[in-house]
C-alpha cells in the first residue's frame, strides 16, 4: 500500500507541475537556466577604432590598405605621389614611397579636432590663428604669403614642423567644406600661394604628354566625384557622366591651353552653343578654370564664384562632361528629360 500511494503522489505532482507550466506560458523562468549561466563566458563584441584623417599623416600604404582596403582607383598627379581614391570615404590619399603625404577629405562623420567639416569658420578662427603667411623649414628660405581673399577662402593651419592644414571653406554658407592635410616638402611642391624664398624652388615633374593624359583622366574622374558630393551636401541631384560632352570640354580645355586664352569664346566667335553641336538638352551652362593646382582647388573655386556656383549646383542639370588638359579645366552642364 505505502508503495501504491507512493506511485499515485508522484502522479499528482507531475500533474501539477504540468499545469503551471501550460496555464502559466508568461512565467516560463521556472524552468529556463538563468541568464547569467548561458552568457557568463562570452566576450563582448569589441567595436573597431575609425582613424581620424589627421591620424593618417605619414602612415604607412600598408596600413592604409590594411585599415581601409584597396581603392577604388589609383590616379597619377602631377607632382610625384599617387593618389589613393576611396569614395566611401569621402576622401583620397597621396602616397608616395609608401608614405601619406598628404590627405583630401570631404567626409562630415568625423567631429575629431582640431577641425571638422561642417565647422564655421567663426568657430575655427577663434580657437585657431590663421597665420597670413606660413614659414617653411626645408633647405633654402621659404615663405607663404596669403591674400585677405586666401584667409578667406583657403587658410592654413599649421599642424606641427612638417604638417600643415590647408581648409577649404564655402564663403556662401562660411563652413569648411573640404580639408587637404599636406607634409610641408609637398605643399612647397604646390605652391598654392605667393612663395617668397631664398635658394632653390623644388623640381617640377617632367611630365610628357602620355604622363598628362593619366593625370588629365584621374582628375576629370575627381572632379565628377567632388561636384556630386558637393551637390548632395546641398540637396541636389547626382549627375550622370556624359562622354560626348567631356569630349566637347576636353576639346574646349586644350583649345585654351593651346592658345593661351581663357574665355567661355574661343577666338574664332563659337561658344557653348556651337561646340555643343548636335547632342540633345534642354538646357546647357559651362564653368571653366585654369592654373589651379589639381581637382580640389579649381572645384572650391567654382563653388566660391558665384556664376560657377550656381551652374555646379543647379538642380535643373542631370548630365556633366568634365574635360581636363594640363592646368585647364571645363565642366559642361545638360538638362536632358
Known amino acids: 500500500m505505502k508503495k501504491l500511494a507512493a506511485v499515485f503522489f508522484l502522479i499528482f505532482l507531475v500533474l501539477i507541475s504540468w499545469r503551471l507550466f501550460f496555464d502559466n506560458p508568461s512565467e516560463p523562468t521556472s524552468i529556463e537556466p538563468p541568464v547569467e549561466e548561458t552568457f557568463a563566458t562570452e566576450e563582448p563584441e569589441k567595436v573597431k577604432e575609425t582613424k581620424s ?13 590594411s585599415d581601409w582596403g584597396e581603392p577604388d582607383r589609383k590616379d597619377p598627379s602631377g607632382y610625384g605621389y599617387v593618389w589613393w581614391i576611396y569614395d566611401d570615404e569621402l576622401s583620397q590619399m597621396a602616397i608616395k614611397d609608401n608614405k601619406v603625404v598628404s590627405v583630401v577629405s570631404f567626409s562630415s562623420e568625423q567631429r575629431e579636432k582640431p577641425v571638422y567639416i561642417g565647422q564655421s569658420y567663426q568657430e575655427i578662427s577663434t580657437s585657431y590663428k590663421l597665420p597670413q603667411s606660413l614659414r617653411i623649414e626645408q633647405v633654402g628660405n621659404y615663405t607663404f604669403e596669403l591674400t585677405e581673399q586666401d584667409l578667406k577662402e583657403r587658410p592654413l593651419l599649421p599642424l606641427d614642423k612638417n604638417w600643415t592644414a590647408q581648409l577649404y571653406f564655402d564663403v556662401v554658407t562660411e563652413k569648411l567644406s573640404a580639408i587637404r592635410l599636406v607634409r610641408n616638402d609637398i605643399l612647397l611642391k604646390l605652391q598654392p600661394y605667393k612663395v617668397i624664398y631664398r635658394g632653390q624652388l623644388p623640381m617640377r615633374e617632367n611630365l610628357d604628354r602620355s604622363d598628362w593624359k593619366r593625370i588629365e583622366t584621374g582628375m576629370e574622374q575627381q572632379i565628377l566625384t567632388m561636384t556630386n558630393y558637393l551637390r548632395i551636401r546641398h540637396g541636389e541631384n547626382r549627375l550622370m557622366e556624359h562622354k560626348e560632352a567631356a569630349a566637347v570640354a576636353f576639346l574646349h580645355s586644350k583649345d585654351m591651353n593651346d592658345h593661351n586664352y581663357f574665355s567661355h569664346y574661343s577666338p574664332d566667335g563659337r561658344g557653348l552653343k556651337e561646340r555643343l553641336g548636335d547632342i540633345s538638352y534642354v538646357e ?15 572645384v572650391h573655386g567654382w563653388l566660391n564664384s558665384q556664376n560657377h556656383r550656381e551652374a555646379l549646383l543647379d538642380k535643373s542639370y542631370t548630365h556633366i562632361g568634365i574635360g581636363v588638359h594640363q592646368r585647364y579645366y571645363t565642366q559642361n552642364f545638360l538638362s536632358i528629360p
Open 53 to 65: 584623417i589627421f591620424d593618417w599623416k605619414g602612415a604607412s600604404s600598408n596600413e592604409l590598405e
Open 284 to 298: 546647357a551652362g559651362e564653368n571653366i578654370a585654369a592654373q589651379y593646382i589639381d581637382a580640389t582647388a579649381a
